[in-house]
């Protein structure tokens, strides 16, 4: 039994900050990279998880984040325009992450076996070694329907897909890279019966818009309500949806402080933007504690995301990265 599987368990506060200590010591005795993360900025101890420093999001790309005598099971890697300069995650316990992400989609959208569950992913697809994939094929076979899987641009599929799933009293649930959730929106298809969920990107295929200009166009064209959004990375093994709201609902598992834009070790307080740390305990065997380079505030304990600023932005992170 994995003893760090107990973080699938918290039901508190006081509860998560026990975790997060133990991780934050765990992490600075076997994983070398944020051991010595933590000695250059002379910060080794911590009594509270405001104390703890994280480790900027670009170090994934730069250095093996990941325990020291552990085997490796699989390497994520980030999707990208121009397949280089990608973020690597060594992924040391492929269970941990199953526990994540089941959980969070049982919780936040419900359970596979009453769903199908359609994927537009290409690129995705094409560049492998995805953890997004890897996370939708487990839970499209969890479905145990022959209508869920992964789909390119066969319109005829999709709907006849759909129409079944929703004749069979399915609730139909499509994740899609942005540009290829616009490619269908154009078609006109009425989908207004499933749940999409956009998981961002338009991958160089498509001229960027704002997250909001995005959802109003697949509103419109699949006469949906609303559009979902999941907010996950290669380099975190958590994840969160998105609701009516456009609030992202954060696992137990996972918090979200947020840090002066030009200063990384600052705190911020809960209303004003700033850039988004992710305490995610369940990278436990790489790093649980990351400085992303996206924007948020926090509202009714919840996140909403406010786009990205650039790692020139982040002052100082240059001098931590040998």
């Not at 969070?104 to 359609?118: A, F, M, R, S, W």
């Not at 537009?120 to 479905?143: C, I």
């Not at 989908?191 to 338009?202: D, V, W």
């Not at 995610?280 to 990351?290: H, P, Q, T």
Request: glycine share 6%.
């Amino acid at each position: 039994m994995n003893p760090w599987k107990g973080i699938f368990s918290i039901q508190s506060d006081a509860e998560f900050e026990s975790w997060a200590l133990k991780a934050f010591d765990f992490q600075q005795i076997h994983c070398a990279v944020y051991r010595e993360f933590c000695q250059m900025l002379n910060r080794t101890k911590a009594n509270s998880i405001h104390e703890i420093p994280f480790l900027p999001i670009s170090f994934f790309k730069s250095h093996k984040v990941c325990h020291d005598e552990l085997s490796i099971e699989t390497i994520f890697k980030s999707s990208g325009t121009t397949g280089m300069d990608r973020s690597q995650h060594f992924i040391q316990s492929t269970e941990m992450y199953r526990e994540s992400f089941r959980r969070t989609y049982i919780e936040q959208i419900g359970n596979p076996k009453d769903h199908v569950i359609l994927a537009l992913l290409p690129n995705y697809l094409e560049q492998g070694e995805s953890s997004l994939v890897f996370m939708v094929d487990d839970l499209v076979k969890r479905t145990e329907n022959d209508l869920s899987g992964f789909l390119l641009s066969d319109l005829n599929s999709i709907a006849e897909r759909y129409r079944k799933a929703v004749e069979s009293n399915k609730k139909v649930v499509i994740f899609g890279v942005s540009y290829a959730l616009l490619d269908l929106a154009e078609k006109g298809m009425n989908l207004s019966e499933a749940t999409i969920i956009e998981t961002g990107g338009m991958k160089g295929r498509r001229e960027e818009m704002s997250k909001e200009e995005l959802h109003q166009v697949l509103k419109n064209g699949f006469d949906v309500d609303y559009i979902s959004s999941e907010y996950g990375m290669t380099e975190l093994l958590s994840q969160a949806y998105s609701e009516k709201d456009g609030l992202f609902s954060i696992p137990k598992w996972m918090r979200v402080q947020l840090r002066e834009t030009n200063d990384p070790l600052s705190n911020l307080s809960k209303d004003k933007t700033g850039g988004i740390n992710i305490i995610d305990l369940a990278n436990v065997y790489s790093c649980s504690f990351i400085a992303t380079q996206d924007l948020g505030r926090i509202e009714n304990n919840k996140l909403r995301l406010m786009g990205r600023f650039d790692h020139a932005d982040i002052r100082g992170c240059n001098l931590l990265v040998e």
